[in-house]
């Protein structure tokens, strides 16, 4: 696992490669979805989306939901797998469904695969393994290419059915004439620069294990998060609980009040996913409740943590 997660530079090179262009500044997918008999107007005729997955899959999901809604200005909604066919969706010919999928072989994502098959929904799916069942369902396949991934617990592959996720938005948004060329180039230039700040941060594994070292007898966790920190925390959380037996559990900072703020008890960690972002004040000001009751923070930030303190606390 500790060797997959040192990789995640490297896939999101890989799982880049032939779709950004750094010297255009512009996302194509011409090649992934060349044989697609899908025109444009079908695109366009798009009235919502629905996002299917499990697990990390479903949390990368959570991500791509802002990505479409954004740049693609499609009405999203995630769906966990396994309960999608038994909500008996509203599903027609003008409804998108975008699975993700590690394995392509995941029993609920390809019955959920089948309902929208049923409804006549155009599908994508986002999948790690070439020729699974997902991808000979699906309208689309868009490959990850993040080599085979071995660990029990899923790495390398969020990133890049993040990374996937945000190319399809981009790629969407242009189709249906959402996307300006100024968006398109800010976020082709912020995304290349990622597998660099990936390397940083794994840079800091020394760090990382004193933190560990420290909390590791802890019996309990939570991770807080709003806005695209929001599926961050879950997922961080869902780690914990899979490599670790240690009890967490991931919330959005603005659910603090109704209810998991009671659970908080003297000394216990807190780790909070606060980027630099619309959320950002409303965040530190639900960590500052958090550190009254006693809590020992974790804060995961790129702003610089000496403001941080100095500003808030």
Known sequence: MLKEIHE????????????????SNTVDLSADFQDSPISKGRIQGITRCLLVGMGTSMHACM???????????????????????????LLDANTLVIS?????????????MDEAKRADCLQITICNTPGAQSTRLADLSLLLG??????????????????ALHA?????????????SEMEAEQVVNALQLPSAVSTVLGNSGKILQVA????????????GRGLGYPVALEGALKLKEVSYIHAEGYSAGEMKHGPLALIEDGMPVVVIAPKDDYYKKTISNMQEVIARGAKVLLLTNKDANQVISENI
């Open 213 to 224: 070292r420290k909390y590791a007898a802890s019996e309990h966790f939570l991770f807080l």
């Open 8 to 23: 995640q530079s490297d896939v999101l090179v890989s799982s880049m490669q032939g779709r950004y262009d750094g010297l």
């Open 146 to 163: 993040a080599g085979a991934e071995i660990s029990v617990a899923s790495t390398k592959t969020l990133l890049a059915s993040i990374m």
């Open 100 to 112: 993700v999928t590690q394995s392509g072989e995941t029993v609920d994502t390809l019955a959920a």
């Open 63 to 89: 991500i791509g939901r802002h990505y479409l809604e954004r740049f693609a200005g499609i009405p999203t909604e995630v769906d966990n797998a396994a309960e999608f066919r038994y909500r008996r969706p």
């Open 168 to 180: 399809v938005s981009l790629s969407l948004g242009k189709l249906r004439e959402t996307l300006t």
